[in-house]
Nanobody, 124 residues
């Protein structure tokens, strides 16, 4: 499966953005999907994930209550709605896919497929 993240941009603190992760090559509904981010000089970190059927989600503590992950399997797309953005959310955001499973994994090494990232910059 090929993944493509989009929707990044430059916004002010407090604003919202919605990232999209579109899949091609194979139906996204057969994969669980995670969003990760990497800020300059920092390691890649888990942001949010959703099971293949949308029945479970998982969030990093730093984004709970502000970010929402969802999916539209009919359109092979996973979304990350980001509200109340903070400067510390500035990073390149990546979406990744893994086998269906029954839990949402938060470890990047568990994800097999990655797309190119989209840059989110939040100014203060």
């Amino acid at each position: 499966v090929q993944l493509q993240a989009s929707g990044g941009g430059l916004v002010q603190a407090g604003a919202s953005l919605r990232l999209s992760c579109a899949a091609s090559g194979r139906a996204l509904r057969t994969y669980s999907v995670g969003w990760f981010r990497q800020a300059p000089g920092k390691e890649r970190e888990f942001v949010a994930g959703i099971l293949w059927d949308g029945s479970r989600t998982n969030y990093a503590d730093s984004v709970k209550g502000r970010f929402t992950i969802s999916r539209d399997n009919a359109n092979h797309t996973v979304y990350l709605q980001m509200n109340s953005l903070k400067p510390e959310d500035t990073a390149v955001y990546y979406c990744a896919a893994t086998q269906p499973g029954t839990i949402v994994v938060a470890t990047s090494t568990e994800y097999e497929y990655w797309g190119p990232g989209t840059l989110v910059t939040v100014s203060s």
